[in-house]
């Protein structure tokens, strides 16, 4: 039998290499239907605004700027918003429904704590309460978020401030 392989023509033997050639490197890649998943890069929003008190001792917050960038915050607030006091602010994340996806504590932009040193070269820390300044927000910015509202922590429920994010 061996002897019948090599009495074939050489123009078959060739044409056998050949098909055999060709057909190994046939393409072996698989196609997939599946859409392929992005990850969204984290993002840090910073936010600016004023605050002041009306007459009344309102306060009203205005809108000065924002800022985002990827990244991540690397150490989270320890400050819950269980532990607010009169006066401190809660900032909200709010999806487009509206539905807030995070919240956090800010303290009280117009009480500011001072510390110095006395006549005896000790430290004191005072309050020191202002009519008007600005303060900034950084936030980890959640991929949902739509709006981000400021209120009163006496008041969550109603936003001083509504602020869109683009």
Known sequence: MPQNIISLKPSWLLLVIILLSVLSCASKKTTSKTKPVIEA?????????SISK????????????QKTV???IKIKSSESITNGKE????????????NILNSTLI????????????????????????????????????????????????????????????
């Open 54 to 65: 009306s007459n009344t001792d309102n306060r009203i917050i205005e809108y000065v700027n």
């Open 87 to 98: 006066g401190d602010l809660i900032c909200s994340q709010l999806d487009n429904k509206s």
């Open 107 to 166: 303290k009280d932009p117009l009480n500011k704590i001072v510390e110095f040193t006395n006549e005896s070269m000790q430290f004191q820390t005072q309050t020191i309460s202002i009519d008007k300044t600005m303060f900034s927000v950084r936030l980890q910015l959640n991929i949902n978020t739509k709006y981000i509202t400021i209120s009163t922590f006496a008041d969550n429920k109603k936003p001083l401030i509504k602020t869109k994010i683009n």
């Open 41 to 49: 890069t984290p993002k840090i929003i910073f936010l600016t605004y």
């Open 70 to 72: 990827d990244g991540k």
